[in-house]
């Protein structure tokens, strides 16, 4: 079983860290509404929560997007062809 580190540096890794993304963004939004509620920095913090808000949607809407991809593609690897399939395209020279 590989690491987790080199889980995220493999191509297509990223998408390992969008639920610890969703959760940091999402604990923002909940302090940048509290920090408007408590009036502390009222209009910066409404534009921070504006803003949090924005990028939850976009990452499920990312997230959405990029399942339907994948079941429109059959599940998958990334897009990545199969070895067998990238050797079977070489023609090779006999003598």
Do not use: W
Not at 17 to 25: D, K, Q
Not at 38 to 61: E, Q, T
């Amino acid at each position: 079983m590989t690491s987790f580190a080199s889980q995220i540096m493999e191509p297509g890794g990223g998408l390992l860290l969008i639920p610890f993304v969703r959760i940091i963004i999402g604990i923002l939004l909940v302090l940048t509404i509290s920090g408007f509620l408590a009036d502390i920095a009222r209009i910066h913090m409404a534009v921070l929560s504006f803003l949090s808000g924005g990028l939850l949607f976009s990452i499920s809407m990312f997230e959405r997007e990029y399942k339907k991809a994948q079941r429109n593609r059959g599940g998958g690897a990334g897009g990545q062809a199969p070895p067998s399939a990238a050797s079977s395209d070489k023609d090779e020279k006999t003598d």
